[in-house]
C-alpha cells in the first residue's frame, strides 16, 4: 500500500493512494461503518490488523459507486508520512562514487548523525534557505521506517522490522556542516528533512538495495544512481544502528545519497540552491517528492 499523511481543516488525515486517486480513510470508515486506522502510526501500532482494515477499506471504496471518498491528489495538502519520530538517524557517506566524488576515504562502518523533528517537511512544501547559508545542497536519499521494535538484531532479519519506504531530501547547509567536526547544525535547519509523498509498504519495496534514484533542480537532473551503489545495505544498516540504540516504530533511517550534489562538483562550478529552485527526488516504486526553496520573510 502507498500511504499518506495530509491537511484537512487543521487536522492530520491518513489517505491511501489507488490508480483512482486518494482515498480518505476517515471519510471512507465513516460511510461504510468500517473500523480503520486514522494515522499512519496506528497503522504500524495494529499490524496485520489494520493492514486488513485498510485493505478492506480500499475494496469498498472501490467497488462503491459514488466515489466521493476519493480524492484528487493534486488539491491536497501533504504533511510527513511520519510526524513524530523518536529518531530521524542519517548515514554519511554511504555511496561509493559519493565518497569518491569528495574525496572521502571509505568508510569501514557506517558514519552516523541525526536531525530533529523540526526538520520534517512534506511534498509540497516552501523550505526556507537559513539567513546563515548560502551553501545549500540537495540530497536525494532513500527513508527506511521502523515498524517494529528493534534491538541487537542479525542483518538476516533486519528488513522484518521494516514497516515501509519513503523519498527523502537530505537538505544540507554546506558551511555549517564544516564549521565543527560534527555535521549536526548543518542537517537540522527548519525543513530540511522533507519526506514523502507516500509511505510504501515494505511488501511493495522486496529489494530495497536495489532501486534507481534520482534528483532534479528546475527540471534538470542532477543525481541518477541506484541505491546498489550503497556501501552498507539497508540490512546492514539497521543491524547495525540496532545494535547500538534501540530503533522504535516511526524511527527515520535516511541511507545517504549519491554522487551529484553540488559540493562534489569543482569549487568555481558550485551552483548551490536558490530562492525559488524546485527541487524533486524520485526513487523507483516510491514515487517523487517535491520542494520548493524560499527565503525567510
Known amino acids: 500500500m502507498k500511504l499518506l499523511h495530509y491537511k484537512h481543516s487543521n487536522h492530520l488525515r491518513l489517505g491511501v493512494k489507488v490508480e483512482e486517486g486518494i482515498i480518505d480513510v476517515t471519510s471512507a470508515s465513516q460511510a461504510f461503518g468500517l473500523a480503520a486506522p486514522q494515522t499512519i ?68 562502518s557506517p558514519i552516523l548523525f541525526n536531525k530533529f523533528v523540526n526538520a520534517l517537511s512534506a511534498h509540497g512544501d516552501f523550505v526556507e534557505l537559513p539567513d546563515t547559508s548560502d551553501e545549500v545542497d540537495y540530497e536525494a536519499e532513500l527513508a527506511i521506517i521502523i515498524g517494529k521494535k528493534a534491538k541487537n538484531i542479525e542483518e538476516a532479519d533486519a528488513l522484518d522490522y521494516v514497516f515501509g519506504y519513503s523519498c527523502a531530501n537530505d537538505l544540507s547547509a554546506r558551511n555549517l556542516q564544516r564549521r565543527t567536526s560534527q555535521w549536526m547544525l548543518g542537517k537540522s535547519c527548519d525543513g530540511f528533512a522533507p519526506i514523502g509523498p507516500y509511505l510504501v509498504t515494505a511488501d511493495e519495496v522486496p529489494s530495497p538495495d536495489q532501486l534507481s534514484i534520482s534528483c532534479s533542480v528546475n527540471g534538470i537532473q542532477k543525481q541518477h544512481s541506484n541505491t546498489a551503489d550503497m556501501i552498507f545495505s539497508c540490512r546492514e544498516i539497521i543491524s547495525y544502528i540496532s545494535k547500538h540504540m534501540t530503533l522504535v516504530p516511526g524511527d527515520i533511517i535516511l541511507t545517504g545519497t549519491p554522487e551529484g550534489v553540488v559540493i562534489g562538483y569543482p569549487r568555481d562550478e558550485r551552483v548551490y540552491l536558490q530562492s525559488g529552485d524546485s527541487v524533486t527526488v524520485q526513487i523507483e516504486k516510491l514515487g517523487e517528492l517535491t520542494v520548493t526553496m524560499s527565503k525567510a520573510n
Do not use: W
Open 41 to 108: 502510526e496506528e497503522a504500524m501500532a495494529g499490524g496485520e490488523e489494520t493492514a486488513a482494515q485498510l485493505v478492506a477499506l480500499i475494496k469498498s471504496a472501490l467497488d462503491e459507486t459514488n466515489r466521493s471518498c476519493i480524492l484528487e491528489e493534486s488539491k491536497l495538502s501533504f504533511a510527513p508520512v511520519v510526524v513524530n519520530p523518536q529518531k530521524i538517524i542519517c548515514v554519511g557517506l554511504n555511496y561509493r562514487k559519493h565518497a569518491e566524488e569528495t574525496k572521502a576515504e571509505i568508510p569501514t
